[in-house]
């Protein structure tokens, strides 16, 4: 069972998200992005975004960012600075100065119990608990974290960070 082991504010400066834009309509057999993902290793799409320099402010983390506009985007890519030229073949958005509330996820990454409608609410919860209000249409994001989430611990579990758009 997932367990939320911190839960803690950031503020960002404003960045470019450098990815592929993808709607329900990509979805795998299992409803998820997952064969999306491995699209993205099997070809290599990281590199070209890490050669442009990564954003620290996450990590240099991989990132699935979603949002709900006109229905479900969930956009895979890296935060690079504002600016950064695009790469052909790359979609971008840029997203203004912000602060996400963030849960760091413990479980285990291939029973999926890291992902979906109940860890999102769970995480909303746990802000709320904060006394922090979630953004209006927020952005919300699953930040791949290395070595957090590439390497599973003694029990075979990860940990995912899971951030939310907040208000104001």
């Not at 950064?84 to 073949?89: F, R």
């Not at 285990?108 to 992902?115: A, F, I, N, P, T």
Request: hydrophobic share 40%; charged share 25%.
């Amino acid at each position: 069972m997932v367990e939320v082991v911190k839960v803690v504010k950031e503020h960002v400066p404003a960045l470019r998200f450098i990815g592929k834009r993808y709607t329900d309509a990509d979805r795998d057999a299992q409803g998820g992005f997952a064969a999306r993902w491995e699209e993205w290793f099997r070809e290599g799409r990281f590199a070209a975004l890490e050669a442009l320099g990564m954003a620290p402010e996450h990590g240099n983390a991989y990132i699935g960012l979603m949002r709900f506009a006109d229905g479900f985007e969930y956009w895979i890519g890296v935060f690079v600075p504002s600016g950064t030229p695009v790469p052909d073949g790359y979609d971008w958005i840029d997203l203004p100065e912000t602060t996400f509330g963030t849960c760091w996820l413990y479980g285990r990454e291939d029973s999926g119990e890291l992902y979906g409608e109940a860890v999102h609410m769970l995480c909303v919860s746990r802000l709320e608990e904060q006394g922090w209000e979630v953004a209006p249409s927020p952005w919300f994001m699953e930040r791949y974290n290395h070595p957090r989430f590439t390497t599973p611990d003694q029990h075979g579990k990860v940990i995912l960070d899971y951030c939310i758009q907040l208000a104001g």
